[in-house]
Nanobody
């Protein structure tokens, strides 16, 4: 079982930036893809960005050019820099590794 500890998030104005981080611990051998999902009220959880062990990224069209995902394999962490935030980015953001989910961190963007 993989445990995930998220940090970052908060309340910011539109146009500002936030950085989310997620550290994996536990049975973390052979971690391949790490990702960030988000779920807004009344909506389904959706993939925001993912990154493989070799650094190949997949970024949702809605955040492309604004969000950047990265990882530190030595520290078993995945981070996501979120720039030019918009009110529609407001959601709970979840880290996912294998079948394990983080507890979620709230991101609220005010207009």
């Amino acid at each position: 079982q993989v445990q995930l500890e998220e940090s970052g998030g908060g309340l910011v104005q539109a146009g500002k930036s936030l950085r989310l981080s997620c550290k994996a611990s536990g049975r973390i051998s052979n971690i391949n893809t790490m990702g960030w999902f988000r779920q807004a009220p009344g909506k389904q959880r959706e993939l925001v960005a993912s990154i493989t062990g070799s650094g190949i990224t997949n970024v949702a069209h809605s955040v492309k050019g604004r969000f950047t995902i990265s990882r530190d394999n030595a520290k078993n962490t995945v981070s996501m820099q979120m720039n030019s935030l918009k009110p529609e980015d407001t959601a709970v953001y979840y880290c996912k590794v294998h079948s394990s989910w983080g507890q979620g961190t709230q991101v609220t963007v005010s207009s």
